[in-house]
């Protein structure tokens, strides 16, 4: 890994989590002390099933390095079934993205339950390391929208 | 001079123990069949390496006790296995010292003929560096 | 031909429709074009060549609002269109007429003059009922031959089969045309580097005008108000400014369509940049193929498509990564 | 435009300690809509609530955004303060500047950088926010308990007294659950059955209880207020109207093999069976996988000592479909498997045993009379050792992580009352910690030290060793005296962990309740909401949502049917008004979205539309406010993007999404 | 069926016929032990040190050269079986060990892990099977009361070996079996004999392998096995003559009727 390579690099991370299970699991997280980097951004959303493909695209258009997105385990959803759905629809939308040479580990998904702040706090860790060290987000971006 | 901080710390990394998870229980204790010959016992290796006491460790005639038979790493509930920390222990003080617990002069008067490679192969490799 | 034409003049004289969907000759040989006929002396335009690749379904929207039946001709692939059109309620059954017209495979012109057949005043052999395997292309350079089967299109190559999906009587016979694989162009794509990827969708996608060809041909793409032109997405464009939005636009156009794509090709057909744009489907199917079973969109009644359907063991995201 | 105003919450140091207050609060007013910005101590206090009050009043404004905790924590509160000062309650957002921010953080800059950003992100919401109003549902005023033990039969009879209906439904054949396998309780040593059996009775016996034994949750609908259960009553064989329970077709049932459950498989049962004496209700079911009748056709003796006539072979699974406002879970435990611990030897010896089963040994009504033996030759033992934390505590897959709570005081009680017994019984308990928090409890263990001399032993055992001649030999540490030690023992009594019923996960998984990684349930907030679950509606008793003894479980068991009550004797219930919605201009009618909706929200109709001067009749998806949970799976099914979600539009995510990569 | 084949330093040199007996019984059970060509020892014990590389590289080369010709890789010996399992587990496992390693090792492609390592007993239970060994078996051991001795290494870490129940295994109890004796359980089958400690500390071997000869006699055992020549050596030379140890493989070449076959060549 060529963690040295980025220095000083700042990734720009969005995380949507479900309101159920992985926001709780943030908050969990939180209220354990169980740290992990100011570079994340969590976006809140009813259900997994909430997050639109354009929402993650959109990220990367404005300049985001990383999205990643949480919900509850599969089984284990609040509304039943969503989360079955979106992980369909991740899993196309990354292996496309994949497909474009958009650089592997971009995109995550992870189910978070609203008992794992440990988990949230590792996942976010591991994330933001895989992040820092693919570096800025150039072959998604649109470059109308860099500060 | 390493300070004993950095040995401890060297045991952990080479260990990938986390003493800290111990909860002292006494199970690696309970299970370890050389636990009369040793001077510290399995459950005190932890804490003298919480409490970064290298000194003590290295000098002592546990590391040389330890029969790598892996009771305590397969009975500890707390993910601690003491027996990987005595061999860690053990590892530091062949590296630092150069100090070999059994050198080939003293081969030919502990073996027999029916004394199996195996027998001196991992003799050697626990004893020395 | 004659056929098709007698017949649908019977059925338009019987009453039993009350226009006939078809293609009728262009002003070049090459580029007949989707028609309506209501009249019988209508039908001296009347034309169903190998030319005749346009996929009729999705006339049928806009047709199953008039008044009366509308006899539609489609080609073995276009009736998955049509069906799945109908497991979405945007077409009539009732409405249609289908004749399930024979197909020997479409021709590209492109592909005509991509061998350097310039100049092209006339070409025979493509009629439908013609054995031979060859064009006879006349050029004002004189005339030129090449072999049907290297003038086809690309979906031709990887033909669905010769049965119609839907219809209400068939006329003419359909011919194998199916002589490689469908998924090998992804295959070679998703083996190359993250580098090269990038590149070779850079390079194709640069080419986009946004024109939008693509999406209003497309079967599948048949809704009123794309979210393209819609403000409830803050995503309304009419121009690619820059390389991201032309990815986001084949991205998204590709993925709306998953699951319902019956592969028919029409976007990469149409496309005036000749962009190989069915590679985004085609990608989309062959995950669906490899991750939730084989499906054909089109193919059933059925109405929970791969992406509105689920299993508890589905994979999980990260196998794109694992995959590598 | 919105007139927005920003409040910036202190809490105290919990968020003022990390995050520049001063500095978010100022960055508010560069933001676009924000007229008013202002920071407090503790926002949600009442002086808090009254700055809010004022501000909303003076400024005009239209919307708020709170920088605080988490909106699961006080949003509400927010929202309600909002609406008192005439404002609508979904005008207001929340920046979660605490949980997600200055407690995790450290470096006060970089916390307040992104607590602008998460200001930023809700503002940008805010200003996209519609005013909602919320529907009303109904409430069916009758509650479902799960689970017939002490649990659920303390939160039924607490709800029946209150006046609701109430079903239990239990799996095994009789309620009574755990605690009636239980000989003596702690920490007063009274009998266990002489209080569960009375309770038992009152159960059954309440006009506003309905118990089926036998059965099972088959599958759970609908929402808080209005779930719709369907039960599997399993074929009993036998007629509940009918047996008068007077139990000669058990003595007469020639198959009786089979180990008996209530006792732990010590001991074994006829295949027509009660689990127990004082079984409620008192009618056998036939076990039809032990019953020769089932297997082979030929027996029916059963049948033929009947004198009521009550039994019936032919009986089928019956599916009964019920409504409910309010479902409690009450499926209690077990303990967990040992095989994984061999090295105690619980496989290899007899006289090895779990503490439950001595409860079985220990109890008049058990294998052995209620005579202390040993299993293996039926010798009275000598030497009794305890072992204590057999699959609790441990970090490894081998056991579960945590501490089960009742085993310190289950394992004094055990050695007091063979001390008190039989006094020539020497008892010795390795322990790692003796933990006995609650009343009277410490006092307890002190009793069996020092006033029955029960050996306590600071050290976790290694190996128990069984010997040739039977005794064990039990390798232990005394970590106190540094010693290893060999005791010689006859009966070996393993404090296993408990774990919850496995069947929970598949319960939870209908309720949409949340479920640990332990497999309890999740309660909605571990201080404030301990026995309510996440999912509205689902109540939690008992030792589901975490290890407990009798009395908190009969504490918690009379707080979840509070809370129940508190649900059924409310008429009507406010929706949640972030639902979804389709705009008839742009769909489709493809009914793709109704395919993925779990609720059947949303149903189709042809209606006219006039679309730019066009009129014409389309099919159109129509969603059902009342059924509609707000999940979103039709919003991005939709692929034009017709169907939105109230209070969670397109546009106000990607306005966040575009607030946070500005 | 071929399997390559580590035989291991003990059973190549002072044990030789012990590796005899387990090769003609292959044959006679219908699997081949190809032996890999230009073995190194796998070092005895496996080096706990995480940061241990060159330690393992001996494994690595026996694990890659299987891999190569698309093998599963049999050890007879337990230690052999163990060091190899567990730097297998590391390879497949342990980016930084699997990173170092291959770079020391400049192969044609990394090796990741992809052997499967079986010990021959495995083979036994889990290919041949022990039913059908029984059907083989021409001269059953009948009447002999067998204690199984397993020591340390075959069965522990549990979790990585993944062998058998670490604290209540029945392998080889179900190979007596099958070779027609009578297996013997005692609780000190799985304790340890001493293992390399007996070179210097002669007297605390004694004392482990007397509790457990104690222990397989007191339970009425006659004779014991083992599948580690260390364990073999120590329970003989501590034990007089009063319980005989043997290795399983002989038992299984006289069940098998080769014994004789062997003693001749």
């Known amino acids: ?147 | 001079m390493k300070t004993e901080k950095n040995r401890a710390e060297m045991i952990r990394e080479i260990s990938g123990v986390n003493p800290l998870k111990c909860m002292k229980c006494g199970k690696c204790s309970a299970s370890c069949p050389s636990y009369n010959e040793m001077d510290i016992k399995p459950h005190q290796f932890v804490s003298y390496v919480i409490n970064e006491d290298i000194e003590a460790l290295a000098n002592s005639t546990s590391l040389w006790k330890c029969l790598s038979c892996f009771a305590c790493v397969e009975r500890c509930p707390r993910d601690v296995k003491p027996g990987k920390l005595i061999d860690a222990a053990r590892q530091i003080v062949v590296r630092e010292r150069g100090q070999d617990y059994l050198t080939p002069d003293e081969i030919p008067e502990l073996i027999d003929p029916e004394t199996p490679q195996q027998l001196l192969v991992s003799a050697f490799r626990r004893y020395r560096r | 031909m004659q056929e098709l034409i007698n017949r649908a003049k019977e059925l338009l004289a019987d009453g039993t429709v009350a226009r006939v969907l078809g293609w009728k000759a262009g002003d070049l040989p090459y580029n007949p074009e989707p028609a309506y006929f209501e009249k019988e002396e209508d039908f001296a335009d009347f034309v169903y060549n190998g030319f005749c690749g346009a996929n009729l379904s999705k006339y049928m929207i806009e047709a199953s609002k008039l008044e009366g039946k509308t006899l539609v001709c489609l080609k073995p692939c276009d009736t998955y269109s049509f069906q799945e059109l109908m497991k979405e309620h945007r077409v009539d059954r009732d409405k249609a007429y289908i004749i399930g017209v024979g197909c020997k495979g479409k021709l590209d012109i492109e592909k005509i003059k991509a061998m350097g057949i310039k100049g092209i005043q006339g070409i025979s052999g493509a009629e439908i009922e013609d054995a031979a395997e060859t064009l006879t292309i006349q050029t004002i350079y004189g005339e030129k031959t090449c072999a049907y089967k290297d003038a086809m299109l690309e979906r031709c190559h990887v033909c669905k089969g010769k049965d119609h999906m839907v219809f209400d009587e068939t006329i003419g016979e359909s011919k194998e045309t199916k002589d490689a694989d469908r998924f090998e162009e992804v295959e070679k794509i998703e083996a190359m580097s993250p580098e090269e990827k990038f590149a070779f969708f850079q390079k194709e996608l640069s080419k986009c005008i946004r024109c939008n060809a693509c999406r209003n041909v497309c079967p599948a793409c048949s809704c009123r108000k794309c979210v393209f032109d819609s403000n409830k997405f803050d995503s309304a464009q009419k121009a690619n400014v820059d390389s991201f939005e032309e990815k986001m636009f084949h991205i998204i156009r590709a993925f709306h369509v998953a699951g319902r794509c019956t592969d028919c090709g029409e976007c990469s057909r149409v496309c005036p940049q000749g962009i190989p744009l069915h590679l985004f489907n085609r990608k989309f199917i062959k995950d669906i193929d490899e991750l939730y079973g084989e499906y054909q969109a089109g193919a059933d009644m059925e109405p929970r498509t791969p992406l509105t359907d689920y299993r508890f063991e589905d994979a999980e995201p990260g196998i794109v990564a694992e995959r590598g | 435009m919105q007139r927005i105003g920003v409040f910036v919450c202190h809490c105290g140091t919990n968020i003022a300690a990390t995050v520049d207050v001063k500095k978010v609060t100022e960055m508010a007013l560069h933001e676009p809509g924000v007229v008013h910005a202002e920071d407090y101590q503790y926002m949600c206090s009442e002086a808090g609530q009254e700055l809010i009050h004022k501000a909303i009043k003076e400024k005009h404004l239209t919307g708020l955004v709170v920088c605080s905790c988490s909106p699961r924590m006080h949003e509400t509160t927010f929202r309600n303060a909002a609406e008192k000062a005439g404002l609508n309650p979904y005008m207001v957002e929340i920046a979660n500047i605490r949980e997600h921010c200055s407690w995790i953080h450290k470096d006060i800059e970089e916390a307040t950088e992104k607590a602008v950003i998460l200001m930023r992100a809700a503002i940008a919401k805010v200003n996209l926010d519609a005013p909602l109003k919320p529907g009303e549902s109904k409430v069916t005023k009758r509650a479902l308990v799960i689970g017939g033990g002490i649990a659920g039969i303390q939160t039924a009879l607490d709800i029946a007294e209150a006046g609701y209906p109430v079903d239990i439904v239990e799996k095994t054949p009789s309620i009574g659950g755990r605690m009636s396998q239980l000989d003596k309780t702690f920490p007063t040593l009274d009998c266990s059955s002489c209080i569960l059996t009375p309770k038992m009775g009152e159960v059954n016996a309440h006009p506003n209880v309905n118990i089926y034994t036998y059965s099972e949750v088959e599958s759970v609908a609908g929402f808080v207020g209005d779930f719709t259960v369907e039960i599997r009553k399993k074929a009993r064989s036998v007629d509940m109207d009918k047996c008068t329970g007077c139990g000669v077709c058990q003595e007469k049932c020639p198959s009786k093999k089979t180990p008996s459950e209530f006792n732990r498989g010590l001991d074994t049962r006829s295949a027509i069976y009660t689990p127990f004496a004082q079984a409620v209700p008192n009618v056998p079911v036939i076990d039809r996988d032990a019953c020769i009748k089932f297997k082979t056709g030929k027996c029916g003796v059963c049948s033929k000592v009947c004198q009521a006539g009550a039994i019936d072979y032919d009986q089928v699974d019956e599916i009964i479909t019920e409504k409910y406002g309010a479902i409690v879970v009450a499926t209690g435990f077990d303990m967990i498997k040992l095989d994984k611990y061999d090295e105690y030897a619980y496989s290899q010896s007899k006289d090895v045993i779990t503490s439950l089963e001595l409860e079985r040994i220990m109890n008049a009504a058990g294998p052995t009379g209620g005579h202390l033996e040993r299993l293996s030759d039926g010798k009275a033992p000598k030497e009794m050792v305890f072992i204590q934390c057999v699959g609790s505590r441990c970090a490894d897959e081998r056991g579960k992580s945590y501490c089960s709570k009742v085993c310190c005081m289950y394992t004094a009680k055990h050695a007091m009352l063979i001390r008190d017994k039989y006094p020539d019984v020497n008892v010795t308990v390795f322990y790692i910690d003796v933990r006995t928090p609650g009343k009277n409890f410490d006092e307890f263990y002190r009793r069996a030290v020092e006033e029955y001399g029960v050996n306590y032993i600071k050290g976790q055992v290694g190996k128990v060793i069984p010997q040739p001649d039977g005794k064990l030999l039990v390798q232990g540490a005394d970590l106190l005296d540094n010693k290893q030690i060999l005791k010689e023992a006859d009966m070996v009594v393993l404090a296993a962990a408990i774990e919850p019923n496995p069947d929970v996960r598949k319960i939870a998984t209908m309720l949409t309740a949340s479920i640990d990684t332990n497999n309890f349930l999740t309660e909605a907030h571990a201080k404030l909401r301990p026995v309510e679950s996440p999912t509205a509606g689902i109540f939690l008793s008992g030792v589901c949502q975490g290890p407990k003894d009798i009395p908190e479980t009969v504490s918690q068991a009379g707080a979840a049917a509070v809370k129940a009550i508190g649900l059924l004797a409310k008429d009507k219930l406010l929706t949640n008004p972030c639902t979804a919605h389709s705009d008839e201009l742009m769909c489709n009618g493809c009914s793709q979205c109704a395919n993925v909706c779990p609720y059947g929200a949303i149903s189709y109709e042809d209606k006219e539309v006039n679309d730019h001067g066009v009129r014409e009749v389309r099919r159109l998806a129509v969603v059902n406010d009342a059924l509609c949970q707000g999940c979103g799976a039709c919003t991005v099914t939709c692929p034009s993007g017709a169907m939105d979600l109230q209070g969670f539009s397109n546009r106000q995510i990607l306005a966040e999404v575009d607030a946070i990569c500005r | 069926m071929k399997y390559s084949y580590f035989p291991g330093c003990t059973l190549k040199n002072k044990a030789q016929d012990l590796d005899h007996y387990a090769r003609i019984s292959a044959e006679a059970l219908g699997f081949e032990l190809e032996e890999i060509s230009e073995w190194q020892c796998c070092g005895g014990v496996y080096p706990l040190g995480t940061d241990e590389i060159a330690t393992k590289l001996a494994s690595v080369r026996a694990l890659n050269d299987a891999k190569e010709k698309g093998q599963e890789l049999v050890t007879l010996c337990s230690a052999c079986h163990h060091v190899i399992k567990r730097v297998n587990d590391d390879m497949k496992n342990v980016d930084d060990i699997r990173t170092r390693a291959n770079n020391y090792m400049e192969l044609d492609a990394p090796y990741e892990g992809e052997t499967n390592v079986l010990h021959y007993l495995e083979v036994l239970r889990d290919v041949v099977g022990f039913d059908e060994l029984k059907k083989k078996v021409t001269n059953p051991l009948t009447g002999k009361k067998i204690g199984a001795y397993y020591g340390c290494l075959l069965l522990r870490p549990g979790k990585l070996m993944s062998f058998d129940d670490p604290e209540n295994p029945k392998i080889i109890e179900d190979f007596i079996r099958a070779i027609g004796a009578e297996p013997v359980i005692y609780p000190y089958r799985n304790e340890c004999c001493g293992g390399y400690i007996s070179l210097k500390e002669e007297d605390l071997s004694k004392e482990m392998c007397r509790k457990i000869e104690e222990s397989a006699s007191g339970f009425g055992a006659d004779m014991l096995i083992t599948a580690c020549p260390l364990c073999m050596y120590n329970l003989n030379k501590n034990n007089g003559d009063n319980l005989p140890v043997y290795y399983f493989t002989e038992l299984l070449a006289e069940a098998l009727g080769l014994k004789e076959e062997v003693k001749e060549q």
């Open chain 1, 1 to 147: 890994m060529s963690i040295e390579k980025n220095e000083g690099f700042r990734p720009k991370i969005v995380a949507f989590c479900c309101n159920w299970c992985s926001y709780a699991g943030a908050d969990l997280a939180g209220s354990s002390r169980m740290t992990y980097s100011a570079d994340v951004k969590i976006i809140r959303v009813p259900c997994s099933c909430r997050v639109n493909p354009m929402f993650i695209l959109r990220a990367f258009e404005r300049g985001a390095d990383g999205v990643i997105m949480c919900g509850c385990h599969p089984g284990d959803c609040h509304y039943t079934s969503g989360n079955f759905y979106a992980r369909r629809r991740m899993t196309l939308l990354f292996s496309m993205l994949d497909y474009i040479g958009v650089e592997n580990g971009r995109t995550r998904v992870e189910w978070v339950s609203a008992a794992e702040g440990a988990k949230f706090s590792q996942t976010m860790h591991e994330f933001v390391d895989k992040i820092t060290s693919l570096g800025k987000n150039v072959r998604l971006e649109d470059l109308r929208c860099r500060n």
